[in-house]
């Protein structure tokens, strides 16, 4: 069984920072992709950015300069540091792991709610 914790979190002020991390554990087999996406209220869950294990990345218009989005391989964790946050970037984010193993198989995490106030 695979599991996804999240954590980092929490109210913040516009103009200001925040750091999520993504613990991966149990039997995930190979890692191929590791991401954030986020949910605001009534919308759809959108990807934020992403990483491969080769260590490529790519990140959605609307966070490109403000965040970055980093792993390491030996904890299984990944994560998602972003700058001058916006109130637009108020939403639940959640991990998502692809992996391959027999199969690809795709895990997504609880979710960790990102609050900022203008």
């Known amino acids: 069984q695979v599991h996804l914790v999240e954590s980092g979190g929490g109210l913040v002020q516009a103009g200001g920072s925040l750091s999520l991390s993504c613990a991966v554990s149990g039997s995930t087999g190979s890692i191929t992709v590791m991401g954030w996406y986020r949910q605001a209220p009534g919308k759809q869950r959108d990807l934020v950015a992403s990483i491969t294990s080769g260590g490529s990345t790519m990140y959605v218009d609307s966070v490109k300069g403000r965040a970055t989005i980093s792993r390491d391989k030996a904890k299984n964790t990944v994560y998602l540091q972003m700058n001058s946050l916006k109130p637009e970037d108020t939403a639940v984010y959640y991990c998502?792991?692809?992996?391959?193993?027999?199969?690809?198989?795709?895990?997504w995490g609880q979710g960790t709610q990102v609050t900022v106030s203008s």
């Open positions: 998502k792991v692809d992996t391959w193993f027999g199969g690809r198989n795709v895990y």
